[in-house]
């Protein structure tokens, strides 16, 4: 185990429990770095303030998890960490109409670098740590005992492979136990809110599902009543499954992927199917593959009288916020111009670097800018299986605001 010194003056977040430290706040490390492992972290002074995992090869130098000076740190605490994260959502185990939910919510939960998502039967990892692709067998041994699932798949987060230093790769547990990927998986069928969705076996986006979004889906939904909506980076239909349950007048799907949208109309079908969603839905919806920003920009003025936003994270990092802001209140402005009066649009941002009151002050700007006044009806965030840790204000990543535009 190593011994940490942090400087003098850097040792207010970490005690207040923020689990990252950065090289530059280190004074001392004993004995000097060769390999990843355990450390005591101390004052100046040498008091003791928390433990964490040490690796120079890592972006986060130190990755702090426990503030108890009589902690045992083996693979025994991992497991209770993981044990107790599935216990906090105990109560998801037996929804009547959803089956897809977060398990594992990273620093907030206390394991670093880890999402971790129940599909069904599935459950699914995404990596962006040296420390969790490290310990990544153990965390699947727990889960696979605790839960007993069909297979656990594990994929490395593409954003973080390169900072991290990570193969991209995809690992398969099954028993608790790594094996070879089984080439004829089906897809997984889950539901959220009464809602069928499917997701494929394999890599990335393409495949995945944004459970963070499920509150808001039925909230957003409520509003899509009779309404022409926009759906805007609508992804595999999410939202426009939700607005077309709601009796939508018809909605139009926006997304930069084209393969997002064959598996909304898939979907739509499967609800059709399913007698989810009302009858003829599938021709109540229009797909276009497009850049939003430029779709929005061409789109007629007035013809919607709901819009949904949902872009990716546009503010990868606290740097890059500047540029980001631009972006999401060139977005909004334009929303807030072509919506006609009265309208509503529900509007997202998934970016961590961006404070819900930044998002205030960029949807201010784009409201003056755009020559209207805005209500806001709604404050949404996450579900409560993405809580936020207060000590880790970085977890409140998703922030949403449901506005009425007036004219
Ligand atoms: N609302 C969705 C999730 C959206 S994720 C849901 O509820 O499931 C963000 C989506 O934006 C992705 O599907 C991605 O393909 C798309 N995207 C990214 N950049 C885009 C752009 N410039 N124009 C249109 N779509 C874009």
């Known amino acids: 185990m190593y011994r940490i010194t942090i400087k003098e003056g850097k040792d207010k977040a970490p005690r207040r429990h923020h689990p990252w430290i950065f090289s530059g706040a280190i004074e001392k490390t004993e004995p000097s770095f060769t390999e990843a492992d355990w450390a005591e972290v101390v004052?100046?002074?040498?008091?003791?303030?928390?433990y964490g995992w040490y690796d120079e090869e890592s972006h986060i130098t130190l990755r702090l998890m426990s503030w108890k000076k009589n902690e045992k740190l083996n693979d025994d605490f991992i497991r209770r960490l993981v044990r107790e994260s599935v216990s906090r959502r105990r109560d998801f185990f037996s929804l009547p109409d959803t089956t897809a939910f977060r398990l594992i919510h990273g620093e907030a939960d206390f394991l670093p670098g880890i999402a971790c998502d129940a599909y069904g039967r599935e459950i699914r990892l995404i990596i962006s740590s040296r420390f969790a692709d490290k310990f990544l067998p153990?965390?699947?041994?727990?889960?696979?005992s605790m839960?007993?699932?069909?297979v656990i798949e594990?994929?490395?987060?593409?954003?973080?492979?390169?900072?991290?230093g990570l193969k991209e790769r995809i690992r398969h547990f099954r028993d608790g136990v790594e094996t070879k990927e089984d080439e004829n998986r089906d897809n997984v069928r889950f539901i959220e809110n009464g809602i069928w969705y499917e997701a494929a076996p394999g890599k990335g986006q393409k495949s995945g599902f944004y459970c963070d979004q499920r509150d808001n889906r039925v909230i957003t939904g409520e509003y899509a009543r009779g309404k022409t909506v926009l759906d805007?980076?609508?992804?595999?239909?999410?939202?426009?499954l939700h607005?077309?349950?709601?009796?939508?007048?018809?909605?139009?799907a926006v997304d930069s992927s084209e393969s997002a949208l064959r598996h909304l109309l898939y979907q739509i079908h499967l609800n059709e199917d399913k007698k989810v969603l009302p009858e003829g839905s599938r021709e109540r919806v229009t797909t276009t593959t497009a850049?939003?920003?430029e779709f929005i920009r061409a789109s007629e003025d007035g013809k919607y009288d709901m819009m949904i936003l949902d872009p990716p994270k546009l503010a990868k990092t606290k740097s890059a916020l500047d540029n980001a802001m631009k972006a999401y209140k060139d977005l909004n402005r334009v929303a807030m111009m072509k919506i006609r009066n009265g309208g509503i649009i529900a509007t997202y941002s998934c970016s961590g670097a961006?404070?819900?009151?930044?998002f205030k002050m960029m949807l201010g700007w784009a409201s003056t800018d755009a020559g209207c006044e805005i209500q806001i009806l709604r404050t949404l965030s996450a579900g409560e299986d993405h809580p936020v840790r207060l000590s880790f204000p970085e977890s409140e990543y998703l922030k949403g605001f449901l506005i009425r535009v007036i004219k």
């Open 354 to 358: 961006m404070t819900r009151e930044d």
């Open 43 to 50: 004052s100046e002074a040498g008091m003791f303030i928390a």
């Open 147 to 150: 839960l007993k699932p069909s």
């Open 243 to 252: 607005a077309l349950k709601n009796g939508a007048l018809s909605v139009d």
């Open 291 to 293: 850049d939003a920003f």
């Open 232 to 240: 805007l980076f609508s992804y595999t239909g999410g939202f426009t």
């Open 154 to 164: 594990a994929v490395t987060d593409k954003q973080f492979a390169g900072l991290e």
């Open 138 to 144: 153990v965390i699947a041994s727990e889960l696979s």
